[in-house]
Each structure stands twice: as structure tokens, then as C-alpha cells.
């Protein structure tokens, strides 16, 4: 059973334009999500994060956004790039204080931001 | 930023043989690393979670005497895949935490660039 979904494999932006990329999640216990980014053979690279204590957190073109009660987040950027173009993936996890929690990711979703 | 460095980036080996892979954290400590792999157009499946001075957690249908893993120091974990197979062939990641790190930062992850294995 896959806890956190992002449905869409692949999402094509013009540049300029606002790219929105979309994570539902399943487990009620999840309060810190993530989404990464990953350009092909490389790892992913951490963007942005948010608490479940917020609805919203920002960062230059980046804003994710978290609504708790339908269990939903969107990464927000604008405008975009060419150079965004990747694949991001959406992270999830619980409560832990050893920091051994590991994060659960979606299967991501392939952004391309044409020019 | 937390810089993870994982060598090598791409290995090819004969059936039969074994692999490691470094996995290092370069400007900061890691208690915790973790180990996954990825298959074509899938998502990153948690293989291990590696602990400095102790022993591995293994997810679920991961074989341990399979792929050996040891985080003998703050900085570095090693994943060897002993008697390597062509199902083994796949792209490895590794990610650490930084064990300083406050509150909810504690969560992120910084990840290597990958290994991509490829067993003939």
C-alpha cells in the first residue's frame, strides 16, 4: 500500500509559467514532508520542507503548500525554468526522535519546462 | 550545504563477484545512513538503515547476508553486494542525517549522487 502517491508521472510547463506539482499522502501520523529533486544518475537533492504545524512554507520561486485534513501538498514554483526540469519526488515522515525515522517517498513526478 | 559523496558512481563486474560502494558524509556527522536502490521508473525503495556502531536494520525482504552493509565510523557506511547477480544490477543511493542537526532539520536527508551497478 503506497502511503504517499503522486499520481502524475509527468507534468510539461512553459517557461515562465507556474509549475504545480501535486503529493497526496495516507498515513495520518506523517508531520514533516520533503520534496526533492533529481536530475538523471544523480541523487535527489533536498528543496523544501514543511511542518505539519503550517500550511505553508516559501523559499525564493519555491512554495510548498500542506492541507492536513485532505491529507495533500503542492509544490508551487514560479515562475519556472528550463533548469527545473527533473524529476520530484514527495517525502513524507513521522514522529521520531532518533532521527532513524526513514522517509517514505512517492514515485515522483517528471517535470519539463520548455522554453 | 551537507555534501554526501558515494563512490563509484558506476561499476560493472562479472557474475558472481562482489561490489562496494562508499558512502561518505563529507562536512558533517551521520549516525544514521541509509541505503536504497532504485528500479527503472520506480520510486526509492528503502533497503537498510545503517547505524554508526551497531548493526544494520534491514527492510522487509531485504537479504542481510546479501548485501552487507557496515557504518564503522560517523562518516562513513559501506554497502557491499556480495555474489553480485544480474537481477542485482540496479542504481544504488545512499542519504545521511546530520546528527546535529535541530528539531524537524533532524529529518532531511542528504543523498550521494548514486551507484549505478550493472552485473553481467
Known amino acids: 500500500d503506497q502511503q504517499v502517491k503522486q499520481n502524475s508521472p509527468s507534468l510539461s510547463v512553459q517557461e515562465g509559467r507556474i509549475s504545480i506539482l501535486n503529493c497526496d499522502y495516507t498515513n495520518s501520523m506523517f508531520d514533516y514532508f520533503l520534496w526533492y529533486k533529481k536530475y538523471p544518475a544523480e541523487g535527489p537533492t533536498f528543496l523544501i520542507s514543511i511542518s505539519s504545524i503550517k500550511d505553508k512554507n516559501e523559499d525564493g520561486r519555491f512554495t510548498v503548500f500542506l492541507n492536513k485534513s485532505a491529507k495533500h501538498l503542492s509544490l508551487h514554483i514560479v515562475p519556472s525554468q528550463p533548469g527545473d526540469s527533473a524529476v520530484y519526488f514527495c517525502?513524507?515522515?513521522?514522529?521520531?526522535?532518533?532521527?532513524?525515522?526513514?522517509?517514505?517517498f512517492g514515485k515522483g513526478t517528471r517535470l519539463s519546462v520548455i522554453a | 550545504g551537507a555534501v554526501v559523496s558515494q563512490h563509484p558512481s558506476r561499476v560493472i563486474c562479472k557474475s558472481g563477484t562482489s561490489v562496494k560502494i562508499e558512502c561518505r558524509s563529507l562536512?558533517?556527522?551521520?549516525?544514521?545512513m541509509f541505503w536504497y536502490r532504485q528500479f527503472p521508473k520506480k520510486s526509492l525503495m528503502l533497503m537498510a538503515t545503517?547505524?554508526?556502531?551497531?548493526?544494520?536494520?534491514?527492510e522487509q525482504g531485504v537479504e542481510k547476508d546479501k548485501f552487507l552493509i557496515n557504518h564503522a565510523s560517523l562518516t562513513l557506511s559501506t554497502l557491499t553486494v556480495t555474489s553480485a547477480h544480474p537481477e542485482d544490477s540496479s542504481f544504488y543511493i545512499c542519504s545521511a542525517r546530520d546528527r546535529l542537526a535541530g528539531g524537524l532539520a533532524k529529518n532531511i536527508q542528504y543523498f550521494g549522487a548514486g551507484t549505478r551497478l550493472s552485473v553481467l
Open positions: 562536512d558533517f556527522q551521520a549516525t544514521t
Open positions: 517525502a513524507a515522515t513521522s514522529p521520531g526522535d532518533s532521527g532513524n525515522t526513514p522517509l517514505v
Open positions: 545503517s547505524n554508526e556502531g551497531s548493526k544494520a536494520t534491514y
